[in-house]
T-cell receptor
């Protein structure tokens, strides 16, 4: 079965640079979520989009922004990168909100961001 | 502040035995609960979802939810060494809400 696709898988940036992470949800899934997981930490929710509209917002820094496009893929834009932004960034998707089973979030393989 | 609490472990269980993982949550508005398995450096993998009070079984896994006690658990029967991983409990309000994760329980299945 098709899974969530994230690109790039690894990214190295310097402080104060910008980064763009991409996420392609499971086909027919209309909701996308972004999470940040630091070393030894649990995933922290950043932001979600349903039908291209921002749906829920977590602990996303003001330096970060995200959007969902007409084909349902999403991009997380990160500016003025700091050393503390080094983490695994996961995208998850879920399908339609009509049934409770559609609340299940399936995670992509993640993008490992290293800020030097 | 939404919180999900788990014992970080490690929890060591002999192969073939039942592993019992527990989780409590603070937000009574949470409607959906999930158990994820995560291997080191990999992404969380959905194991079980549960929305109503009671038990839900899927193969070797049984999830239990008690909303009155704000308690969620996961039982793994016939534990295998491949079950050794970190198990994350998560809750959400429903819809497109983000998940609130616990810190995870590190499970070790001893051959």
């Amino acid at each position: 079965a098709a899974g969530v696709i994230q690109s790039p898988r690894h990214l190295i940036k310097e402080k104060r640079e910008t980064a763009t992470l991409k996420c392609y949800p499971i086909p027919r899934h209309d909701t996308v979520y972004w999470y940040q997981q630091g070393p030894g930490q649990d995933p922290q929710f950043l932001i979600s989009f349903y039908e291209k509209m921002q749906s829920d917002k977590g602990s996303i820094p003001d330096r970060f922004s995200a959007q969902q496009f007409s084909d349902y893929h999403s991009e997380l834009n990160m500016s003025s990168l700091e050393l503390g932004d080094s983490a695994l960034y996961f995208c998850a998707s879920s399908g339609g909100l009509a049934e409770k089973s559609s609340y299940e979030q399936y995670f992509g393989p993640g993008t490992r961001l290293t800020v030097t | 502040q939404k919180e999900v609490e788990q014992n970080s472990g490690p929890l060591s269980v002999p192969e073939g035995a039942i592993a019992s993982l527990n989780c409590t949550y603070s937000d009574r508005g949470s409607q959906s609960f999930f158990w994820y398995r995560q291997y080191s450096g990999k992404s969380p993998e959905l194991i079980m979802s549960i929305y109503s009070n009671g038990d839900k079984e899927d193969g070797r896994f049984t999830a239990q939810l008690n909303k009155a006690s704000q308690y969620v658990s996961l039982l793994i029967r016939d534990s295998q060494p491949s079950d050794s991983a970190t198990y994350l409990c998560a809750g959400a309000g429903g819809g497109a809400d983000g998940l609130t994760f616990g810190k995870g329980t590190h499970l070790i299945i001893q051959p």
